[in-house]
């Protein structure tokens, strides 16, 4: 079993940047990859981004060119740079462990002047 703390949530202008964090903890051996996912209000949970232990990364077109996740596997933590925010990317914001199917708990993102 796999456990996931998100961190680094919060609320900021549009244009502003945050980063998110999400430690793994447990049976890393066997993640396959990790991603983070959004859900807003009266809306499904979708796809962020996703990055496979290979190095294969994907992103959704909505914030391509915005948002970057990477992984540092000394610390068994993914992260979610996320720049030039805008107020449509107000969600919870949860990371994903493949391989194992965990989810974080969720933290909040508010994007609003």
């Known amino acids: 079993q796999v456990q996931l703390v998100e961190s680094g949530g919060g609320s900021v202008q549009p244009g502003g940047s945050l980063r998110l964090s999400c430690a793994a903890s447990?049976?890393?051996?066997?993640?396959?990859?990790m991603g983070w996912y959004r859900q807003a209000p009266g809306k499904q949970r979708e796809l962020v981004a996703f990055?496979?232990?290979?190095?294969?990364?994907h992103y959704d077109d909505s914030v391509k060119g915005r948002f970057t996740i990477s992984r540092d596997n000394d610390k068994n933590t993914v992260y979610l740079q996320m720049n030039s925010l805008k107020p449509e990317d107000t969600a919870v914001y949860y990371c994903?462990?493949?391989?194992?199917?965990?989810w974080g708990q969720g933290t909040q993102v508010t994007v609003s002047s």
């Open positions: 994903r462990a493949y391989g194992v199917d965990s």
């Open positions: 447990g049976r890393i051996s066997s993640i396959t990859g």
């Open positions: 990055k496979t232990n290979g190095g294969f990364t």
